[in-house]
Structure formats: C-alpha cells, structure tokens
C-alpha cells in the first residue's frame, strides 16, 4: 500500500507529505498513550488518513474515528478523510471509493472503503 501511495506522489498525482507508521504520543483522562496510524497523507489543505487491513473490518470505523482522526486533527487543525483500504471485502461498504484520488477530489465525512486488489 505505502508503494502506491509513493508512485502517487512520484508521478505527482497527489502532492504532499507521507507518513508510514508514525507514532504520535497522547495524553488522555486514561493517561500517556502510543498511537500508529497506518499511513498519512498531508496536503495543501487536508489530510488524508488511511488503515490499511488485509480483510475490511468494523474495528477500523472508531480506530479511524475516535482515536487517529481527533489526534491529527489536533496536531495538524485540518480536515481529515478517512480511508479503510483492504484487500477482502465482507460486505458492500456504503461509501466505497475507486481509490484515494477519487475521496480526495469528493471528501466526505465518515470513513470509506477502497477494495484495493493490487497494481
């Protein structure tokens, strides 16, 4: 996945500043915590958060929603789109995309699902 992401940016389809496997370090009422988004993209005037999973999972939904997007949005005070990109669909998602360029040029809220088969 962090290839494609990468021949993107080399082919200057998309322009900005990738992140693979990041830790950002938190404090919360719980106390100092680690996170790892999967990757990251920072554009011009968004920010494009991407959890990448072998088999489209539910778990993914608040890991995006509730953890990743609220620590970028802090760090960052951008809008954030959010992708879950797997490789085995279980269902038809309600917002599926045909690929990051297509979420980026119609952002939306909530997270979204690119069934990624491989290039």
């Known amino acids: ?23 950002i370090l938190f404090s919360d009422s719980k106390g100092t915590n680690w996170a790892q988004p999967d990757l990251y993209l920072v554009m011009e005037k968004s920010i494009l958060l991407v959890e990448c999973k072998l088999t489209q999972s539910d778990e993914a939904v608040p890991q995006l929603l509730s ?13 954030i789109v959010c992708l879950q ?3 085995n669909l279980r269902y038809v998602p309600k917002k599926f995309v045909s690929g990051p360029l297509e979420l980026i040029a119609n ?13």
Request: charged share 15%.
């Open 67 to 79: 953890l990743y997007l609220p620590l970028l949005r802090h760090i960052y005070n951008m809008p």
């Open 1 to 23: 996945m962090t290839r494609h992401f990468r021949r993107l940016l080399h082919e200057e389809e998309i322009v900005g500043a990738l992140f693979v496997g990041q830790w």
């Open 107 to 119: 952002p939306g809220p909530g997270v979204h699902t690119w069934h990624y088969v491989g290039h």
């Open 85 to 87: 990109v797997c490789h």
